[in-house]
């Protein structure tokens, strides 16, 4: 009774299912992309862009001795755009990505038990232990990243903060160089609350900081003509826009 066979089962025959395989976790990366677009007001990854400061953040992940990437920006700067866009990139590179909300990590006590909540919500059959073992299938034939997002809305922010990062802290293994991470953080955030921890952390190997400021102007203008109904957007109208709401296109969702 391999994974495998339980997943085809489950999509032939409506069986339920208890162990996790490399399709399923496929199926479902697929389903929480979906849900992550909604809960960023999109309706469709096909309103992302590619960004300049996307690029860059994206590039940074495969350097795999790094396992947190905080993206710190105000508010409205896109910074959920940006981590959706990863997101989208790691999966069409044939990686496994997943959205973690700042409820499911604040009452998570360890990374892979977050993701196995992700999971059981799509799944609820899967046994206990599904959050290890999917870690554990992703990094046998590609990579894992984690994108806890909107902590700057938790109830302590900081405290969820501290807590991520603390996930994100290699192990040592067998007494010598720490161990590679099983998977890769991504997390927006606001500067203030970074800047309440940062004095112990900032000289981390394994974290990276990514300042996130506002769209170019013409990746402002290039977004708004992908999400402006048609008639909304008239010749332009997203110029206007983007002017208006100063390059923060974050604002544009809230």
Known sequence: DLPYGQWLRREHLGIAIHQ???PLLEQAAALNQSQYAAACLLVTNEHLI???RANQAYSALHDRSVSTH????ASGAGKSVLALDIQKRVMEGGGLAFWISEEVAERSLSAVDALETVLRSSYPSLEKG????????ANSSGRLILIVDDINRASAPTNV?????RWGTPSPSDGK???????????PLWPTHWASISYRNERQPWLRIHTIQSFLRKESVSYLQTVLPNDVLIEGNAETFAELLKDEIGRAHV
């Open 20 to 22: 996790v395989s490399r």
């Open 50 to 52: 590619t960004t300049e």
């Open 70 to 73: 905080l993206l710190v920006g």
């Open 130 to 137: 599904s959050g290890q073992n999917a870690a554990n299938i």
């Open 161 to 165: 903060l501290s807590k991520l990062l």
């Open 177 to 187: 160089d720490p161990a590679a991470p099983l998977f890769q953080i991504v997390c």
